[in-house]
């Protein structure tokens, strides 16, 4: 009936990834931060960078909430460690930029998506990246790229209308 | 009776008019630039709580500032059905503002001022009421606000104030060629007396009402610039989680905190009335801590039933007479002699309201004994007497800030404050004297209670010869939230709690013989509203069995409606306007099936015609909705739109899989895998159609949700000939069918 995306991720272990204070590339500026570096990603840049723009939903990859880009692909923030986020380019709602981000976040204010918002970082996010990697996605490749992010508004027949409004915006 | 002469006299400067010398004292004179600045502190308030009939209060709600903003004070908590724009839009009409230098902010927490009309002396969001009970109040803020702006300029440019028009945001004297912004006449206006009297515009006039305004919210929340009480940052703050009794009615009976302790970041643990709390540096040491924690729980007054014995208690009851909730007639001897007897039964269970963000909030108390909070707060009276309550200090100490909520559908609206509640018990029994912020989790969300109640119905009615209802008999089994809680007085009348059973005992079907009974039962499960109540479950066994009821009369489930309907314009007026807007009639291909619903809550009629495709192997979709709705003068057309697209596809997740059950009381859900949301792939296509109304607005937050599940459930009938009862859906049921 519905299915969770799951992703995965493949890359190289970062020498530094159990120094005592790992710097971390969030929006292009470097974050020492003093935390774990086991501690969830998200936590770290909620809590310690202060980037609030990136929510808490369900700590377990369940609702999307936290996603989050990193080195340009989507991910959830909540199930990647600070440690395997070193010397990689984290990217979050406050920092994401380009012409698809502008197209995505100009169409889901035009035809005013949001409800409660809460989710919307997550869906945003998650938009930018099915629309860099597929600039003209069907119905069916819209399912695929968003059903795990849970929107409790219902805002999904917008959500749906504003990625094929950007789409076309990005012509 | 004042006239207009008299009103125009009272429109003086403020210096000669010694009772209002507070409002300039305040904020608006300090800052010496604002029309009508708030300066609601305690020391200023009205002798009552307003009412609808007390002299327009600009002061409360309006700010216009030199920059030519206009700030209107948003005195209910939005979190997401979009009030924050649509109380902006009544009083950017009035004002003749232009939608680009208006502005909102949520008001302090003052019951007062700022109390729900329609609650009573409490400032509070629930029952759909934002904009129905602000709608006179701010047209009347709004007209007040603009007749000040035109003294100003009147007595300026020295010219008459008849003469003077504002449109768009300029105020124009058209002889003398004038014209100015708000801003430059907002320190002037500032002094002028509020008029007691004011006409709002004719609706011939309105530019905003009925049109598309962008909602205010839309950049925040698409930036992540919208700061929720979950994003609060305070200078040294802590975060606290606490754990709940695993069974609802459970105590702490011992704890050991030493493994929690080791953990680094943990600041803290100690048992408050509502569990025991971890308090840590941060948000993830908060929740490693808790893990480590060991508490033993006292179970022997807990809830130890499972979900079947429960249920079954309930159908026991539902066989029996209960409180009479509703009489007409003589509905057994009706049933007797019918000539056919139609029967159903449905069951709802406990259901989660799972907002987004989860439930949290800020406190910090002060040297000076002041105590700050920041909430997503729904009931800011109630909320504000808690905290005062708990840390022994008077309400005015309290100073409550309202945030933008992730969402809520009833859940932030508790009678006992709960998890506010919580926070103020651990700021008192906390050591550290530092800001604490108190998360719950997911897993302390969905397992937290506060659910709507599970409910059986059973429901017998009878039709006659020609195939009219003869008589209609119902029996509603299930929790109330409300005795107990402040609102019985409001809502209990002779023993039945209204909300238990609103949307059967007033169904609105021309039936003869008519009883509805309720069993009122009682368990240590927490309960609450559930976006749109007793309806969640009211619509569901009225409007099957009804469609029922036409299958056995042998007629179109349309026209059977509109037959019991004569006396109700505007259910017939919503269900003709869906049925022609989806084509209602026209014949479905094999597998798909087409239902409707109609259902009034909030004052608000809402009918829905539902498409449905069944597949033999199981495979179940909605396909489209097509909703018709009357609620009154459409104040933000698209803001409804949105409000019945995510209202239907709310109560379309819930009937589609969701349920909080209990096993020896355990609750068996704990994240969205257990309890499995909405998706975009199950998300139908929904139109929304709005009957044009002159009526005051009335409810949309919820009005919604109730029909959805039955249009549906009867579009599953329509295709497949199997009738569904229950919510969730057994759809494995259909397979084969």
């Known amino acids: 009936m ?4 799951s992703f995965s991720f493949e890359y190289a272990m970062p020498q530094d990834k159990d120094s005592a204070m790992p710097t971390l590339s969030i929006n292009n500026r470097p974050f020492d931060l003093d935390v774990d570096p086991a501690m969830p990603l998200l936590w770290a840049i909620r809590d310690h960078a202060g980037l609030t723009g990136t929510k808490y939903g369900c700590g377990a990859a369940l609702c999307g909430a936290c996603t989050v880009h990193l080195d340009g692909e989507p991910v959830r923030a909540c199930q990647i460690q600070v440690r395997d986020a070193i010397g990689r380019k984290v990217t979050t709602i406050e920092g994401v930029e380009g012409k698809v981000a502008a197209a995505v976040q100009g169409a889901w204010q035009s035809l005013d998506v949001v409800q409660c918002g809460y989710c919307q970082s997550g869906q945003i996010m998650t938009a930018i990246g099915l629309l860099s990697q597929n600039p003209k996605p069907t119905d069916a490749d819209i399912n695929n790229a968003m059903d795990a992010i849970v929107c409790r508004c219902a805002t999904y027949v917008r959500i749906r209308a504003a990625i094929h409004e950007a789409a076309k915006n990005l012509g | ?82 009030n924050t724009t649509g109380l902006t839009t009544i009083v950017a009409e009035e004002l003749d503002a232009d939608w680009s230098q208006m502005r909102s902010e949520f008001a302090p927490s003052n019951p007062l001022l700022y109390n729900n009309l329609l609650m009573g002396p409490i400032q509070g969001t629930g029952g759909s009421t934002a904009i129905a009970n602000s709608w006179e109040q701010l047209r009347r803020a709004g007209a007040a606000a603009r007749m000040m702006l035109i003294a100003a300029a009147a007595d300026s440019w020295g010219v008459a104030e008849k003469e003077i028009t504002i449109a768009k945001g300029v105020i124009t004297h058209a002889r003398s060629g004038k014209s100015a912004t708000f801003g430059e006449f907002a320190a002037k206006a500032a002094k002028v007396m509020p008029p007691v009297i004011v006409e709002p515009k004719d609706p011939k006039d309105w530019v905003h009402i009925g049109k598309r305004v962008p909602r205010l919210d839309s950049v925040g929340k698409t930036t992540g610039a919208t700061v929720y009480s979950m994003d609060i940052k305070r200078p040294g703050m802590l975060t606290a989680m606490v754990e709940h009794s695993p069974r609802f009615g459970g ?86 002699s019918a000539a056919k007897v139609v029967e159903g039964e449905f069951a709802f269970p406990y259901l989660a309201h799972a907002p987004m963000e989860p439930l949290n909030a800020v406190i910090e108390v002060k040297d000076d004994g002041s105590v700050e909070v920041w909430a997503g707060a729904q009931f800011q009276t109630v909320e504000t ?52 912020h108190l998360v719950w989790s997911r897993e302390d969300d969905l397992k937290g209670g506060r659910y709507r109640p599970m409910f059986v119905h059973s429901v017998r009615a009878g039709l006659d010869a020609e195939g009219k209802i003869v008589g209609w008999q119902q029996r509603l089994v299930g929790q109330s939230f409300i005795f107990g809680s402040p609102f019985e007085m409001m809502i209990v009348k002779n023993g039945i709690d209204e909300t238990a059973v609103e949307g059967a005992a007033d169904l609105p079907y021309a039936i003869p013989n008519f009883a509805v009974d309720w069993h009122h039962v009682k368990s240590p499960v927490t309960t609450l509203w559930w976006r749109s109540v007793g309806h969640t479950h009211t619509a569901q066994a009225a409007e099957v069995m009804i469609d029922q009821l036409a299958h056995e009369a042998g007629k179109d489930p349309l026209a059977f409606r509109l037959d019991l309907l004569k006396e109700h314009p505007r259910h017939t007026a919503v269900l003709k306007l869906a049925a022609e807007k989806a084509s209602y009639g026209e014949s479905q291909p094999k597998g798909r099936g087409r239902g409707i619903a109609v259902h009034e809550s909030f004052n608000t009629v809402v009918a829905m015609v539902a498409d449905v495709t069944v597949g ?37 997740g819930a009937a589609l899989r969701n349920q909080i059950t209990l096993s020896n009381g355990l609750v068996e859900q704990a994240n969205f895998d257990g309890y499995q949301p909405l998706r975009i792939s199950d998300m139908p296509e929904v139109e929304v159609h709005i009957v044009p109304s002159m009526q005051a607005p009335s409810g949309i937050g919820e009005p919604g949700v109730p029909p959805v599940a039955p249009a549906v459930t009867n579009a599953i009938f329509n295709a497949t000939g199997k009738r569904l009862y229950s919510l969730p859906w057994q759809l494995e049921t259909l397979r084969g069918v």
Request: proline share 5%.
């Open chain 2, 385 to 436: 007497a808690t905290i005062a309550w708990v840390l022994g200090v008077l309400p005015t100490k309290v100073k409550l800030n309202t945030l933008w909520a992730g969402g809520s559908f009833g859940r932030r609206a508790t009678p006992n404050a709960d998890y506010i509640g919580e926070l103020a018990e651990i700021a008192k029994t906390s050591k550290a004297k530092a800001p604490i």
């Open chain 2, 616 to 652: 033999a192997d199981g495979g179940f979709k909605v396909d489209k909705i097509v909703a018709a709705v009357d609620c009154g003068v459409a104040v933000n057309p698209d803001v409804i739109r949105a409000q019945v697209e995510g209202g239907a596809g709310y109560g379309l």
């Open chain 2, 251 to 336: 105590k702490v009976k011992s704890f050991d905190a030493s493994a929690a302790k080791a953990v680094a970041g943990v600041v803290d643990v100690f048992q408050i009335p509502q569990g025991v709390a971890v308090l840590a540096k941060d948000t993830w040491s908060a929740m490693k801590g808790r893990a480590a924690l060991r508490v033993e729980w006292d179970d022997s007054a807990a809830e130890q039933r499972s979900t079947d014995a429960i249920f079954a208690e309930y159908r026991k009851l539902a066989a029996t007479p209960g409180l009479p909730a509703a009489r007409r007639g003589d509905a057994e001897a009706a049933l007797k």
């Open chain 2, 1 to 82: 009776m004042l006239t207009k002469r008299m009103l125009k006299k009272a429109i003086l400067p403020i210096d000669a008019t010694a009772s209002r010398r507070q409002f300039l004292k305040g904020s608006a004179a300090a800052a010496g630039a604002l029309v009508v600045a708030t300066t609601i502190d305690f020391g200023d308030k009205p002798a009552h709580a307003l009412t609808v009939q007390d002299p327009p209060q600009p002061n409360a709600f309006i700010k216009i500032a030199p920059d030519n903003t206009v700030t209107v004070l948003i005195k209910h908590l939005d979190m997401g059905q979009g």
């Open chain 1, 2 to 5: 519905f299915r969770v995306k």
